[in-house]
């Protein structure tokens, strides 16, 4: 490979480890040009499909329902179809986003939609088109559409096509072909606003929308979630590929040369050209490497600490995937991968992970290899630790290959979340509500809610997906009932109803008094909340099959069984001590089946 670059010393070096692996996360695809994180916390990845398709990856799964379907509005031909996909800040509230693709015509849209009802399906009648670009040729059409750590709309355009831009429009001032471009279109959604700091705003030979020229066919830019640099892979002619760079502080305007220069030399091969002005790559390879270069992310992700910082990135015709480090003044690429995929695009997930798709076989790779592991008696009452789960209750999974470090990822709020950190429980096919992920001394657990539909005989499917790859599944004990009281070693977590506070051996309980604990597994409750979501008090969630508690042998008088208000997936039982004193077992029952005693002092 050749290396170029700008004013730096280059490197290229033997990448000097074991390659990482690439897992096949689906298959199935239709040419897929576009994989992207709505950022909203569901844990899916969008997949764009040249034919006019957006498909949804969940869990490891592609839905059988399109996102979209604009096909009749396009025509996946050569370069044509629908090319990118861009979801505003703060999708989660908005619902809305936006697409590059070719009309019938094979002119260049930029339009909104609107999702449905159904955050899964988009309505494909909701379109807004807020930019048509005339394309004289079938070619170079760019695609990509990205907000920047700006809340900018960034939309890479090629040149129009054609060999060597013969109309000279990756460098004509007046054209938006051949160019960067930013815009705004999230503060007046009925049309498209320039920034008022885009480099040539108030420079009427430019058109204001510019923000960098000089691009032949910029396929795939990606900002460095760290930096919040600008990368863009930009396809050559007939000699060299490119990558080129900008930093986060930069004001835009640059010039990436095109068609003065193709990679660092000057275009056509031979020519004596200008370079004043010229911001050139940070690194081209020739065609013996390659013929069509796919941008990628910066790697910011856990699985693959070897690679966190570089940016990957490979080419269509070759399969080749390449890893460039840029450290102050020294540029380092290294040859990561030899593919036999045609690599269309790159994709990165919440947790920076970094897929790759291979646009023949209609397939996704994610970097990194494994699926969690776990085995059927790992699957326990997360307060007794008995195995088996309870619809609607809490239970702990311990396992392997959830988190790469230790530490804890929690849920921040309710209703809880469906995935945490890329990582997902599904039961029976319903996907179960997370509410931590958490490795301490290489050992690992998530506690989660069963969902309340689970129905069937003795045993459950469950799988865990991490980042899209799914572990075999493992039947794992389903019960009606099975009681759990939590505790603090031996002593039961209990709590005195007049001020809210645990009840020590300091301060016991006293006959008479009313108090409440926490447990699990007590199944079917009245007036079932959605799994995750908080149990509600007006009207409460009672327990459905009869409900008994001891202590010390001596049964309690029941004020309340059921879901605790507030809570998800967690049960408070209400009681009046008896007249009984000591340190007694407490003994909860619930359809005839018993919890394990626990320790608690009554004087």
């Known amino acids: 490979m050749r290396v170029c670059t700008l004013g730096l010393v280059a490197a290229v070096l033997a990448f000097g480890q074991e390659a990482p692996p690439l897992t096949r996360v689906a298959s199935g695809l239709t040419m897929p040009t576009d994989i992207q994180d709505a950022a909203d916390g569901s844990g899916r990845l969008f997949i764009v499909q040249q034919n006019g398709v957006i498909r949804i990856l969940r869990s490891g799964s592609l839905l059988p329902q399109p996102f979209l379907d604009i096909s009749a509005r396009t025509v996946a031909n050569a370069e044509r179809g629908l090319l990118g996909l861009a ?63 700006d809340g900018y709309l960034y939309i890479g355009m090629g040149d129009g096509g054609s060999a060597g831009d013969p109309q000279n429009r990756a460098q004509n001032p007046q054209t938006r072909l051949g160019k960067m471009l930013r815009v705004d279109v999230e503060t007046d959604l009925s049309g498209v606003r320039i920034p008022p700091d885009n480099p040539f705003v108030n420079d009427s030979r430019y058109l204001p929308e510019i923000w ?23 396809v050559g002619q007939g000699r060299f590929e490119e990558v080129d760079f900008q930093t986060a502080s930069s004001r835009g305007g640059e010039n990436y040369g095109w068609n003065r220069t193709e990679g660092l030399e000057c275009y056509p091969s031979g020519n004596n050209c200008n370079r004043d002005g010229i911001t050139l790559p940070v690194i081209a390879y020739s065609h013996a490497e390659g013929c069509s270069v796919t941008g990628g992310f910066v790697y910011r992700g856990n699985r693959l600490p070897a690679l966190r910082g570089m940016y990957l990135y490979g080419d269509y015709c070759s399969g080749k995937i390449w890893a460039l480090s840029r450290e102050n003044s020294r540029i380092s690429n290294r040859l990561l991968l030899s593919t036999p995929y045609t690599i269309s695009t790159f994709g990165e997930d919440a947790a920076g992970e970094i897929y790759v798709a291979d646009h023949g076989r209609g397939e996704i790779y994610l970097f990194g290899a494994g699926a969690p592991a776990f085995q059927p008696g790992s699957v326990v009452n997360a307060a007794s630790n008995a195995a088996g789960i309870v619809p609607g209750s809490l239970a702990t999974v311990y396992l392997t290959g959830a988190l790469d470090s230790d ?97 020590t051996r300091d301060r016991p309980l006293a006959p008479g008094e009313l108090a409440y604990f926490y447990a699990t597994g007590l199944g079917a409750v009245e007036n079932p909340p959605n799994a995750g979501e908080p149990a509600g008090a007006n009207p409460l969630s009672r327990v459905l099959v009869p409900v008994q508690v001891t202590l010390g042998g001596t049964p309690c008088e029941l004020l309340y069984a059921g879901l605790a208000p507030g809570f998800a997936g967690l049960y408070q039982i209400n009681i009046r001590v008896p007249a009984t004193t000591g340190d007694l077992d407490l003994v909860l029952t619930a359809g005839g089946a018993a919890s394990a005693p626990a320790r608690v002092p009554v004087r």
């Open 87 to 149: 979801f505003p800040p703060g999708y989660a509230r908005k619902q809305y986003f936006y697409v590059n693709y070719t009309d019938l015509r094979g002119n260049t849209v930029i339009a909104r939609y609107r999702t449905t009802a159904n955050p899964d399906i988009a309505d494909a009648a909701s379109e807004t088109i807020l930019m048509a670009i005339e394309q004289p040729y079938p070619n170079h059409n760019g695609g990509q559409v990205r907000f920047g750590p």
């Open 212 to 234: 960098a020229l000089g691009l032949r066919n910029p396929w795939r830019f990606s900002f460095d979630r760290a930096t919040k640099d600008l990368w863009i892979a930009d």
């Open 407 to 503: 530490g804890i990822v929690a849920a921040t709020g309710l209703p809880l979340p469906l995935d945490l950190n890329g990582v997902g429980i599904t039961i029976n096919g319903q996907r179960a509500p997370l509410l931590a992920v958490a490795r301490s001394n290489g050992r690992e657990q998530i506690n989660f809610q069963a969902p309340f539909g689970l129905t069937g005989g003795a045993g459950a499917a469950m799988a865990i997906v991490r980042d899209q790859v799914v572990s075999t599944p493992v039947t794992v004990p389903l019960l009606s009932q099975q009681p759990g009281i939590f505790v603090n070693g031996a002593e039961a977590i209990i709590v005195h109803h007049n001020d809210n506070t645990l009840v």
